[in-house]
């Protein structure tokens, strides 16, 4: 008997295999759904498990929740093998004696072969007969504990839920170790019968519980009523997480259980409502679709508190996600080549040229940037430069700082979508000719706020295992990002080009930078406080242009209210230890007594700063930009130069510069041998000319002082 004992389990392994050839069980094979939740606790978002029902990830069950499921389903779990003969036994002779099935057998381990193999597809009788093998190999097989562990994360219960844990969450919306102990036991009775009809739900829990010797009174038993037969709303996603939940499941697809994610559903839907509030403005401008994103800054890392894809999740193509859409970046990546430049011999005073400016590429092509008003302000400081967003000096920065070190630092900060190295890109990285996320540049932009440091983004946690996104890592140093948020915070040198009342203003501390790609596809703006870092885009999914909407306008509409939105402290930056110094603003050195217009800056501690202006200025013209002196200057065209015309822009709008000065002299242009104009002393305006060899002659008081040849494709 001792023999056939031991071999007890291979007879049984035997005869399984033989009924089920492909049996095999394992308690963590299952897969669950996922719960999303905000940082207020409110539930955002359901997933289904693979097999169709929403299923979160099973918890551990305290003892007395564990003690309350046995003595409702098998009370003698702990000490049968498997199957209980004196309860099948008694429900035999019951059934027998009334005709029909009075009362149910089947102990935990019969209940779980039947769900884990299908078994209710059976009759009944040999639904029974199968049971009885399974339920014997499942607790040879597994522990008492592991049986619990896994019927509990599989039962089926009400609202297409699976498992006491997504019930939880599904019917009273939080975790199952936080549930009272009577809407835990109104689980139990969901599982042993998940179709009640109200009166019989409410017998049968008041039963338990007072079998249980857990009393209820009336107001507790009606809440649980209510919450157990609630009619759940369809999932439309009105809390506008879509964006966020579908990223969040695509980023990491083994997410189970519960959820808790940083984002506020409260800023969620305000900012959705900014959105569509200015969308409607827009929609005259063939503007339809926007994104924002809001970031907290914290010590060493962030935290996403808003993600808006767009006007609407549900809506057409209102599920492309636009803060993951690659966009060309326009001006938005300026800040970072000058912090390049300033990471070397540039600071915020020096002296910069905005002129024609002519870059060589590959052939006889010539690269030739236009400011934004196609005009050029001669000499000014770094910092009106950027505050302003001339282009000429950016080029002309990037060609000194080095196209391939302003490659690695856009590949560090993530800012690389479209680019295919340096050289094949070539000059137009400066003004933003590669693609970029918003989500990806507003985390940059988050950088600059944090001393140059590019910290992970935290995007919430599942238990105690957080979600990270991205890793540290050093962008520029500090004393670079401490400049440029100086500079991109200066509202009277921002003014110069936005005018006095525009978008970037605040009565608080902003720093903030706009772009616009070629042709008004998109619009950016992207800015932080000392708490909050947003980024808004605004443009077309389809890629159409839009009708001259700029970063400033267009998105900076929307960026001023949710700055507004989310700072409440209004701090102002700081900068401990550095100083204070007067600058020159026409020669970049540090202003006498006898400089007109000093301009206030600051100073790193560790730098000693300019030597002291020694310009003469009494008398001299207030536009530093214009050349003294009688000598003919011609900034634009210059000769030998290849303008290149796109052929998917209107001709009028890439007119040719010219630009020529001659102080105290009559001028005379002849274009290919035909009189195009005369002026004295400056001319600055733009010709429309076709494709073709042209050849200027400059003619000062009649006679012919200089000829230009350039050429047009």
Known sequence: MRGFTSLRPLIVLCLLSALFPCLHFSGSSATGGLFVHSREGQLLREFRSPEGAYQAASMELSPEQVALLLLAEDRFFLYHPGVNPLSMIRAAYQSLRRGRIVSGASALPQQLARLQYGLERYPVALRKLLEVPLALYLDWHLSKQEILHVYSSRIPLRNNSRGYASAAERIFGRSVHLLSPAEWAALVVLGRQSQLSVGRFRLRLERLLEKA???INESDTEAIVQAVFRRTAPATFEDHSGHFTTWLRQLNGSLQGRFDSTIRSGWQDRIRDIVQNELQILESFSVEEAAAVVLSLHEDHLELEAL??????NAGSGQVNGALAIRHAGSTLKPFLYALGMEGSFRPYTILED???????????????????????????LRTALATSRNS????LLESASRNQFYRLLKRGELIEQMEGAETTGPGMALGAGGVRLLQLTRAYAALARGGMLLPLQLG??????????QKERLVSERSATYITHILSDRQARRMSYQKRNFLDFPFAVAAKTGTSKDFKDAWTVGYSPDFVVGVWVGNFSGKPMNHVSGSYGAGRIFQQIMRLVNVRKRPF?????????????????????????????????ETGPEFCAAYHEGQSENFARTTGHALRVESPLSGAQYVLDAHQRIQEQAIPFIIEAPGSSVCLRLNERELTCFTDRLKTTFELRRGNYRLEVLVSGQQHRTIEFRIR
Not at 363 to 381: A, I, Q, T
């Open 393 to 396: 000096p950016a080029i002309a």
């Open 213 to 215: 010797n857990r009393p």
């Open 308 to 313: 808006v894809g767009s006007q609407d999740f």
């Open 355 to 381: 002129r024609e400016t002519h870059v060589p590429l590959r052939g006889e092509v010539v690269y030739s940037p236009r400011n934004y008003d196609l005009n050029h302000w001669g000499k000014m400081s």
């Open 574 to 606: 700081t900068y401990p230890g550095w100083k204070k110094i007067q600058i020159c603003p026409e020669s970049g050195q540090q202003a006498r007594a006898t400089c007109p217009r000093p301009q206030e800056e600051i100073l790193a501690p560790d």
């Open 461 to 470: 946690r599942a238990g105690r295992k957080r979600l990270i996104y991205g």
